[in-house]
């Protein structure tokens, strides 16, 4: 397993909307594998495979708390079936948009299907931080991301902000 570098703001990559990964090979298992150990080390409780320069539909969580057992989840093109009316508000952050955190509200629980690791069809019902998790996930999946949701003043911003630490660090 290797730790891969991490896309960060304001690479374009971010915007690409990922395609559907086609079969589940050693190849898509290593890199599901690769994306838990960048996870863990980074660390963070998701990381979408854009994230590390990969445009397929595939994403990893963990959302087990510190001294908990890790629960590591891999979700192989996911789709929202359902989502609730109730909302809830979660303070977000991205690995992509390092030290940069801001409320976001969203539906308080999804049902969504997937393949998991051994392309076996799933669905679960999530709610609380996972059903969080899962839709930041997948906003990835879309080229999307949680400073979307936020107010076009702080998004501006950041991008800004960030804009002009990528160009500094060019040089
Ligand atoms: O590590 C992460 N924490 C987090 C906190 C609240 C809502 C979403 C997240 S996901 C984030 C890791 C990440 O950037 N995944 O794409
Ligand atoms: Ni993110």
């Known amino acids: 397993m290797t730790i891969k570098p991490l896309i960060i703001l304001p690479d374009p990559l971010l915007r690409q909307v990922s395609k559907p990964v086609e079969t589940i090979d050693e190849d898509v298992k290593r890199l599901a594998d690769d994306m838990l150990e960048t996870m863990y080390d980074a660390p963070g409780i998701g990381l979408a495979a854009i994230q590390i320069g ?9 959302v087990a708390r510190e ?3 890790k629960q590591p989840q891999v979700f192989i093109n996911p789709e929202i079936v359902t989502s609730s009316d ?26 969504v299907k997937f393949l998991d690791r051994d392309g076996k069809q799933q669905e679960v019902d999530a709610d609380g931080l996972l059903a969080t998790c899962l839709q930041h ?18 998004r501006d911003m950041v991008v800004k902000k960030f804009t002009k630490a990528a160009k500094t660090k060019a040089i």
Do not use: Q, T, W
């Not at 990969?54 to 963990?62: A, E, G, H, S």
């Not at 996930?137 to 702080?154: A, P, T």
């Open 54 to 62: 990969v445009p397929r539909r595939l994403l990893v969580i963990d």
């Open 86 to 111: 109730e909302r809830s508000v979660y303070e977000e952050g991205c690995l992509s948009i390092p030290d940069y955190y801001a409320e976001v509200e969203r539906p308080a629980k999804v049902k």
């Open 67 to 69: 001294g908990e057992e």
């Open 137 to 154: 996930e997948m906003d990835h999946l879309n080229g999307v991301l949680f400073i979307d949701h936020i107010s076009r003043l702080k």
